[in-house]
């Protein structure tokens, strides 16, 4: 059914099952991530695993590509049991995988990234020439306008999720495993990647993949299984389920997102940002004159496409960019000479988008990655005091629900999503009186997601203003007063709750990027 | 609960003490048990009190080098100025104690020994934020600015003394200077003044980093400095804080260094920081930022020490003590690549 050769054992009829893992278990000293796990990938189709964070859906994946050892279990590959000692051998067999993390050289190109370890050899070495073209087709199929030697390190974030779908599409494998390939994407990236397995499918690849959007991936799955606590709980093909479904099995109750909050009085303006403009390393506005309010109580949603300037227009605002000219006033008093710390201390602080480079200290533990911010309200004299940071971070553990061994876990045991956690625990350890979040819900579950909606709800009510960056509507309506579109820099429209999406969404542009 | 090896290595110490962790850290604690029993085994005169002292003397000097190397390691950093600062510091003492002549006034000072042992600390602190302030502002790499600073600090001293030695530091009573050998030679209670000095710098070392706000910020700022400036710390500041101290301790290192000699020359020091590294180094910490104790950084410098003055006891000679040193170094780094290669960072 495929012209292509690198599908060699693909059979005329799909379905049927070719990787599986049998009873597998994964435990971390005393942590078990998987209690006997029994997994199928369908030849041809798509498998999405839903589950909580933490639940050990990456730990299977990791599994099941090699990257990890089973503590106890078999991966049996088109019907014989098989042992992976590294990701270099499952490769070999034809399976690959999307880590959740990225794990690029952001020090490197593009095209090298995509190279990296299976480097094209020509007669006179790496042959640069045909692995530059590689990458320029890749880019195409993927809709995506990124020069190959363009180093990782300068693309947003979103770009960077692109780079690394990209090497895993380069492998030409029969198996492909996407752990949160979306995480960062916008609506259109994700209907082109969409387009894309639509295509891999077709061609008689397999597909499991991993989200926490869960509309989205019920748009494309065959499949269905839920994990849950290192246990696989329920499993059924895409003909039985529904979203009720889903989040049913993944934590037992059902979440509405709810609405914005109400019936209270909101106060004065709490952040007013005004002509704010941001120029990128060359020179060229990313935000350009732009001016909003946030009044206290009040939770303001910025929504746009990638790259509409909602980043730099809260990173100039915490501090960490330079501007070219505006003012950032806070409850009245003109900011902008201030470090970040300074401003984090009067109440203006940020959830950074990017987790990894900006969110983490990865040498650090749980607790003192939730404490770094505040460290300076509970330091008396010289010293710091072991009982009330303790106390800090067993609030915050409990209060963004991290699940984790304790606050001495280091910060590397943690699934994705309880990491994410802890760096919106860590700003809201701080007490801000103007909170802003960059993406805050990348990669959290649905019940998380509740909470942090629940938490940022009840600071409104206290007084605490809220900016709120995202590229997903429906976030926006769930929880915002007022929903500001960005687009190229600027504001293009502004809305009350009751907007619909469609409104939303033509306002940023979105009809012509797609 | 948390008994995973990730859990375990990603832990800091925070300033108590327990077996456990100390067993974890232990490699450098077994290795100087080890040379303390082969040393011992071979001389008599290794295993008393008075030889303790001595080589306890020794290693004051590495020790408070090794301090300062630490701290500016563990926020991620390098400094390689750290023997010539020690040498400009004791050449400047000896030219203080020699007198400072005004010629405009016609008079030569002699500032008292505590005013020249704080002006030294002063120019070594100078010198130490010269380091930060290149790194952190101007963004120099710290390998690059540490090493321009060594050069020139060295070339400093060479000019102040014409390449020569001061060999006088005692002072003259009827100038009211004496009383730099103090440092050098007097005990209290049995021990050596320099010990004190190291076991004061490297407890308040130990409390600023395990309790104080700034030994926070200090590990963050080296374990992901963008996370760490969104975090609200002033990393610059915390940067040029910690190259300064290391300077102050180097000025330190080179006072007691020229009391105990009694002498100070231009030449002093001359590889110490790659001793001081190698300390750090043998006590765990991470030359990438973010990991590492002071008690590790003190257990390798007694490593370092006691290894030394052992190999001179039974009377090794040089170059072989050259060749144990090395091998110590590479079998600590060895352990640490084990130690943190399989640690809690997920693939
Ligand atoms: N290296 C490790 N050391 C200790 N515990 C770990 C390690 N890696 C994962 N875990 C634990 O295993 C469990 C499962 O983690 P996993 O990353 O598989 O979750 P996940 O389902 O992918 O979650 P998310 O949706 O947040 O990505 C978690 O409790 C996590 O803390
Ligand atoms: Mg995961």
């Known amino acids: 059914m495929s012209p292509r050769t690198s599908v060699p054992d693909a059979t005329p009829e799909p379905g049927h099952v070719v990787l599986a893992a049998r009873n597998v278990a994964k435990s971390y000293g005393n942590v078990h991530a998987l209690k006997g796990v029994n997994f199928d990938i369908h030849q041809g189709q798509v498998t999405t695993l839903f589950g909580e964070n933490g639940a050990g859906k990456s730990t299977l994946m990791k599994v099941l590509s090699g990257v990890i050892q089973p503590t106890s279990g078999e991966i049996i590959l088109d019907g014989r049991p098989v042992v992976f000692g590294n990701a270099a051998e499952a490769r070999d067999h034809g399976i690959s995988i999307i880590h959740q993390e990225l794990s690029l050289a952001p020090n490197l190109s593009v095209r090298d990234n995509i190279f990296m370890g299976r480097e094209l050899h020509g007669t006179t070495g790496v042959d640069f020439a045909e692995e530059e073209r590689q990458t320029r087709k890749l880019m195409e199929e993927l809709e995506e306008n990124i020069d190959p030697l363009t180093p990782v390190e300068d693309l947003r974030l979103g770009q960077q999720q692109i780079v690394e779908i990209a090497r895993a599409l380069s492998v030409n494998s029969r198996i492909l495993i996407m752990d949160e390939p979306t995480s960062a994407l916008s609506a259109s990236e994700v209907e082109v990647l969409f387009k894309v397995i639509r295509d891999l499918t077709a061609r008689g690849v397999s597909i499991v993949y991993i989200s926490h959007h869960l509309e989205e991936a019920l748009t494309i799955t065959d499949h269905a299984v839920v994990l849950r606590d290192g246990n696989m709980t329920a499993y059924a093909p895409r003909a039985e389920i529904d979203l009720e479904w889903i989040v049913r099995n993944m934590v037992g109750e059902n979440y509405d997102l709810g609405s914005p909050p109400n019936g209270y009085e909101m106060g004065g303006v709490a952040l007013s940002i005004r002509n704010l403009s941001v120029p990128d390393a060359s020179g060229v506005d990313l935000v350009r004159d732009l001016s909003l309010d946030v009044r206290a109580g009040e939770i303001v949603c910025v929504y746009g496409l990638m790259g509409a300037g909602r980043t730099e227009l809260l990173e100039a605002a915490a501090g960490r960019l330079a501007k070219t000219g505006g003012e950032i006033v806070l409850e009245g008093r003109e900011v902008s000479h201030l470090s970040i710390g300074e401003r984090i201390a009067r109440g203006l602080a940020l959830v950074p988008e990017d987790r990894q480079r900006d969110g983490l200290v990865q040498t650090m533990s749980v607790g003192q990655n939730l404490s770094l911010a505040s460290i300076r309200n509970f330091t008396r004299g010289l010293f710091t005091q072991h009982r009330a940071e303790k106390k800090l971070i067993q609030d915050s553990i409990r209060e963004v629900t991290v699940k984790t061994d304790g606050g001495d876990a280091s910060i590397g045991s943690l699934s994705g999503g309880n990491q994410q956690k802890v760096v919106i625990g860590k700003i809201l350890a701080t007490k801000p009186r103007v909170i802003m979040l960059d993406e805050p819900s990348r990669g959290i579950d649905i019940g998380a997601k509740a909470e942090v909606f629940r938490l940022l709800a009840e600071g409104a009510k206290q007084g605490l203003a809220v900016l709120y960056s995202t590229s997903e509507v429906g976030e926006c309506l769930s929880i915002a007063h007022r929903i500001i579109v960005m687009h190229k820099g600027r504001i293009s429209a502004v809305f009350d709750s009751n907007a619909s999406k469609e409104q939303i969404m033509a306002a940023s542009g979105e009809a012509e990027a797609a | ?347």
Request: glycine letters at 14%; charged letters at 10%; hydrophobic letters at 55%.
């Open chain 2, 1 to 347: 609960m948390s008994d995973t090896t990730n859990t375990q290595t990603a832990k800091r110490s925070t300033g108590g003490f327990d077996i456990a962790r100390l067993l974890l850290e232990g490699r450098a604690f077994f290795a100087l048990i080890v040379i303390i029993a082969v040393f011992s085994y071979m001389s008599p005169n290794y295993f008393t009190t008075s030889n303790f002292l001595i080589m306890s003397s020794h290693v004051a000097i590495y020790g408070l080098l090794a301090i300062g190397m630490l701290l500016v390691i563990l926020n991620g950093g390098i400094d390689l100025s750290v023997g010539s600062i020690l040498a400009l510091a004791g050449v400047s003492a000896g030219a203080m104690m020699q007198g400072i002549e005004l010629q405009a006034l016609g008079v030569i000072l002699y500032p008292p020994v505590w005013a020249v042992v704080v002006l030294t600390c002063v120019l070594g602190a100078f010198v130490g934020a010269v380091n930060g302030v290149l790194i952190s502002i101007f963004k120099v790499p710290a390998f690059v600015a540490t090493l321009g600073v060594m050069y020139v600090a060295r070339g400093v001293a060479l000019l102040m003394t014409n390449g020569l030695t001061y060999n006088n530091l005692a002072g003259k009573a009827e100038f009211g200077n004496t009383g730099f050998n103090w440092l050098g030679f007097s005990r209290i209670a049995g021990i050596p003044i320099s010990v004190l000095v190291l076991a004061a710098a490297a407890i308040i070392a130990g409390l600023m980093l395990s309790r104080s706000a700034f030994g926070r910020w200090l590990y963050a700022s080296g374990g992901n400095e963008r996370a760490a400036e969104l975090s609200g710390v002033p990393t610059r500041r915390v940067k040029i804080a910690v190259y300064t101290l290391s300077g102050i301790l180097s000025a330190i290192a080179g006072l007691v260094l020229a009391s105990q000699l009694t002498s100070a020359g231009p030449t002093a020091g001359q590889t110490y920081e790659l001793t001081a590294i190698a300390a750090v180094v043998i006590g765990g910490a991470a030359l990438t930022g973010g990991r590492g104790t002071v008690r590790g950084t003190m257990l390798g410098a007694f490593v370092i020490g006691f290894l030394s003055d052992g190999l001179v006891i039974i009377g090794v000679s040089s170059y072989w003590q050259t060749v144990f040193t090395g091998a110590v170094i590479v079998l600590a780094v060895l352990m640490n690549s084990l130690q943190y290669g399989r640690g809690g960072r997920k693939v």
